[in-house]
C-alpha cells in the first residue's frame, strides 16, 4: 500500500516590525498585507489590532476611489472578525500536575455514601410530651344528610 502525502503551500507572512518604524506605518503594512493576501492566520492579535486601528487612516484619504473605499471595508471586516474569534477562543490553562490517586468525586455513583445523620437521644429523665387534647368531633347525627 502506497501513501501519498500533499505538501501545502505556506502562508505568507508579515515581516516583523522594524525597530524604528512607528505603530502606524506598521499598521498601514499590516493593513496592506492583510489586503494583497486576504490572510489574517499568520498576524498575531497585536498586529491585527495595529491594522484595525488605523483603518480611519487608510480610508480617510481625500483620493481614495469607490472600490478601494469598499475593499478596505471588506479588510476591516476580516480583521475584526479574527480578533473576535481569537478573542472568543479560551485560553487553554494548564492541568494542575497530580501525584499519587485522583480526587474522590463528591457527587454521583462514585461519590462516597454519607452515614446517616445521628439524632440525639433525649435523657432518661426527661418527661414524655403529653399532646393536649383538641376539639372533640362531632357526633354523626350533627349532620344533615
Known sequence: MKTT???????PELAPRAADEST???????LAFVLQTGVTA???EE??????????????????????????ADVQ??????????????????????TGAPE?????????LAPPPVRPVPPATARPAVA???????PREAFAF
Open 5 to 11: 502525502t500533499t505538501a501545502y503551500p505556506r502562508l
Open 24 to 30: 502606524q506605518a506598521y499598521g498601514l503594512r499590516a
Open 42 to 44: 499568520t498576524l498575531n
Open 47 to 72: 498586529t491585527l489590532a495595529c491594522a484595525d486601528h488605523v483603518y480611519p487612516i487608510a480610508i480617510g484619504h481625500p483620493d481614495i476611489s469607490l472600490t478601494a473605499a469598499v475593499r478596505l
Open 77 to 98: 471586516r476580516e480583521v475584526r472578525a479574527a480578533l473576535r474569534r481569537r478573542a472568543s477562543v479560551p485560553i487553554a490553562a494548564e492541568a494542575p500536575a497530580t
Open 104 to 112: 474522590r468525586p463528591t457527587a454521583g455513583p462514585m461519590a462516597p
Open 132 to 138: 393536649t387534647p383538641g376539639p372533640a368531633p362531632a
